[in-house]
């Protein structure tokens, strides 16, 4: 006898529901998607991971979470995940994945909010290189009402010299890497002239790969 069936079990209350108080106290996925949606007014519930915005996406091959997990983690309140993430500071704001989505989700949208809570946030980024770029980029933009280049790749460098001990371990070079690559994909295509600020970058980077080799 595998099944004991108690009468009053199925006729009176179907069957206890323990859990039920308990999970939506705990339930910050509506929280995190609910205050994302409002703050952001992007569907993200729309999203049913189709995956284009991801095939879309020209950089996402350097993303740790791609636009269409973004879009996921958001439904399941995974914020520190996100807040932490590379994604938010590799993302170009290139619109390619909003364009993209048949939901019509705004990926860059949501995407650009999250990288504006996490400027903000105490959650340390996973890659600070990135993180000071961009922080970089929003100082000299506030203090100067504009990008302006010189300003800030000598801001960018300053800060740069903070983080050199993490050459030691390599780690350096890879976030490097990565903001040669956002050069070169045309995140700072406000810079004029553009081929000096990356001339400027790319010597940079030949420095800081020749003193790790
Ligand atoms: S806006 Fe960001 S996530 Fe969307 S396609 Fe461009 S780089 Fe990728
Ligand atoms: S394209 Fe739109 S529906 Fe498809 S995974 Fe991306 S956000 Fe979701």
Redesign the pocket.
């Known amino acids: 006898m595998e099944h004991h069936h108690h009468p009053e079990a199925s006729a009176g209350q179907p069957a206890r529901q323990p859990a039920k108080e308990r999970k939506r106290i705990g339930d910050r996925g509506d929280f995190f998607l609910n205050r994302i949606q409002g703050e952001a007014g992007v569907n993200i519930s729309?999203?049913?991971?189709?995956?284009?915005?991801?095939n879309a996406c020209p950089v996402s091959h350097y993303m740790d979470i791609k636009?269409?997990q973004v879009?996921r983690y958001i439904q399941l309140g995974w914020r520190e995940e996100l807040l932490k993430s590379a994604t938010i500071w590799v993302c170009l704001s290139c619109e390619m994945?909003t364009t993209?989505?048949?939901?019509e989700?705004d990926?860059a949208e949501t995407i650009n909010h999250l990288r504006n809570i996490a400027a903000q946030s105490s959650v340390a980024p996973e890659y600070e290189s990135l993180a000071v770029f961009h922080q970089t980029f929003l100082d000299v933009l506030r203090t100067s009402g504009r990008v302006n280049e010189i300003r800030l790749m000598s801001a960018y460098y300053s800060k740069l010299n903070i983080l050199k001990e993490k050459m030691k371990d390599g780690s350096l070079k890879d976030e490097i890497l990565v903001g040669m690559s956002l050069l070169r994909k045309g995140r700072l295509k406000l810079l004029t002239p553009r081929s000096r600020a990356i001339k400027e970058l790319q010597k940079a980077h030949h420095r800081i790969s020749g003193e790790m080799d």
């Not at 729309?46 to 991801?54: M, S, V, W």
């Not at 993209?100 to 939901?103: A, D, E, L, Q, S």
């Open positions: 729309a999203c049913y991971q189709c995956e284009r915005c991801t636009p269409h879009m994945c993209y989505c048949p939901n989700v990926v």
